[in-house]
């Protein structure tokens, strides 16, 4: 049973333009919610995150959107740069991200020169 | 500097045999997670310690067993009852309980194979 799920294994976008990474969920329970970027042979790296509270937080470059009612949400990435090429993941959790995390399968972002 | 190691990067196991992956981290972090990642799959949790000399199982705990005897070190067994240990383990840590925004931290993972 995958309760989080990243539908698109690979995803290529031009340099400069806006990268968007998709992520939906099936528990309704879940509070918390954090995109990781991983690159080969290296542990994963906490990108941003939000809270079931908010719709919508965003970190320099990064924008995370979080809509709960069609239990979906995206990463935004803009402008696209060439070190952002990397595998992302989505996670999520309950009690604000103190327990176990559940995380989707991953999304591999190749940004092209 | 303040971080999580994973030792050894690459390991190799024979058949039969346990192995035992080290993770010790500097962050003062209360909560430890170990995780498995295979080909085109998401990390799964193995177990999780929340506090010393504690720990629970994670979604995979079978073949596996863990310790907590120092808040620092959370190192991992795969016993000869995993039948498919060969993948990437990752060990993480975080601030625990406490609420508020308090991300897990990985480290650079242990690559186990078979022999």
């Known amino acids: 049973d995958q309760q989080v799920k990243q539908n698109s294994p690979s995803l290529s976008v031009q340099e400069g333009r806006i990268s968007i990474l998709n992520c939906d969920y099936t528990n309704s329970m879940f509070d918390y919610f954090l995109w990781y970027k991983k690159y080969p042979a290296e542990g994963p790296t906490f990108l941003i995150s939000i809270s079931s509270i908010k719709d919508k937080n965003e970190d320099g470059r990064f924008t995370v959107f979080l809509n709960k009612s069609a239990k979906h949400l995206s990463l935004h990435i803009v402008p696209s740069q060439p070190g952002d090429s990397a595998v992302y993941f989505c996670?999520?959790?309950?009690?604000?991200?103190?327990?176990?995390?559940?995380f989707g399968t991953g999304t591999r972002l190749t940004i092209i020169p | 500097d303040g971080g999580i190691t994973q030792s050894p990067k690459y390991l190799f196991r024979k058949e039969g045999q346990n192995v035992t992956l080290s993770c010790e981290q500097n962050l003062n972090h209360d909560a430890m997670y170990w995780y498995r990642q295979d080909p085109g799959q998401g990390l799964r949790l193995i177990y999780y310690s929340q506090i010393v000399n504690d720990f629970q199982k994670g979604d995979i705990a079978e073949g596996y067993s863990v310790s907590r005897e120092k808040k620092e070190s959370f190192p991992l067994t795969v016993t000869s009852a995993q039948k498919n240990p060969t993948a990437f383990y990752l060990c993480?840590?975080?601030?625990?309980?406490?609420?508020?925004?308090?991300?897990?931290?990985f480290g650079d993972g242990t690559r186990l194979s078979i022999l």
């Open positions: 993480a840590s975080s601030k625990g309980k406490g609420g508020g925004n308090q991300p897990q931290h």
């Open positions: 996670a999520a959790s309950l009690n604000f991200g103190n327990e176990k995390l559940t």
